[in-house]
T-cell receptor, first 113, second 111 residues
């Protein structure tokens, strides 16, 4: 049982490049989330999904896109990378929203130069 | 904005109980209090959550005041591996039940 798997663990991008951060969970959870965490701060929600085919914006969605074609996968797309997107990105999943716990991946550390 | 207030840092001696306070004075009746921790920039780890009653699991105990305006996370016998940032979160109904994260409390366990 792998839980939530994120790839890659580290990445350096040049300004203007694009990339996709991968996230997969094997717990058959309906809810999935993408967060970013800047140094010394708490997590900020980028996008979330309540099930396959359904996504919605979180607190800081600008510069990102997501899709959810399957229950298991929830990739995050960065278009035209900017230095402000340098951060650690965490993917999470959970069964529901109340009275449930979220499981987190180990993160992707992204640097845009 | 986070609906909770936590001290930025705390120390605790190894083997003693670590008591982490959290204020959530605007909590609504159907909103849960959650605790997560993050060890050295790893992915956050769930600890415990509760609504009204005190809760205990293999990791910790959660004590919620009767008026629900504050709570305390108790790690009964802290070890060096409990050094982490601890986040107290109220699950906010008007934000579609999303977890709104504050800056947390940096807990340092000292030998």
């Amino acid at each position: 049982n792998a839980g939530v798997t994120q790839t890659p663990k580290f990445r350096i991008l040049k300004i203007g490049q694009s990339m996709t951060l991968q996230c997969a969970q094997d717990m058959n959870h309906n809810y999935m989330y993408w967060y970013r965490q800047d140094p010394g701060m708490g997590l900020k929600l980028i996008y979330y999904s309540v099930g396959a085919g359904i996504t919605d914006k979180g607190e800081v969605p600008n510069g990102y896109n997501v899709s959810r074609s399957t229950t298991e996968d929830f990739p995050l797309r960065l278009e035209l990378a900017a230095p402000s997107q340098t951060s650690v990105y965490f993917c999470a999943s959970e069964k529901g929203t109340m009275n449930t716990e979220a499981f987190f991946g180990q993160g992707t550390r992204l640097t845009v130069v | 904005d986070a609906k909770t207030t936590q001290p930025p840092s705390m120390d605790c001696a190894e083997g003693r109980a670590a008591n982490l306070p959290c204020n959530h004075s605007t909590i609504s009746g159907n909103e849960y209090v959650y605790w997560y921790r993050q060890i050295h920039s790893q992915g956050p780890q769930y600890i415990i959550h509760g609504l009204k009653n005190n809760e205990t699991n293999e990791m910790a105990s959660l004590i919620i005041t009767e008026d629900r305006k504050s709570s305390t996370l108790i790690l009964p016998h802290a070890t060096l591996r409990d050094t982490a940032v601890y986040y107290c979160i109220v699950r906010v109904r008007d934000s579609n039940y999303q977890l709104i994260w504050g800056a947390g409390t940096k807990l340092i366990i000292k030998p």
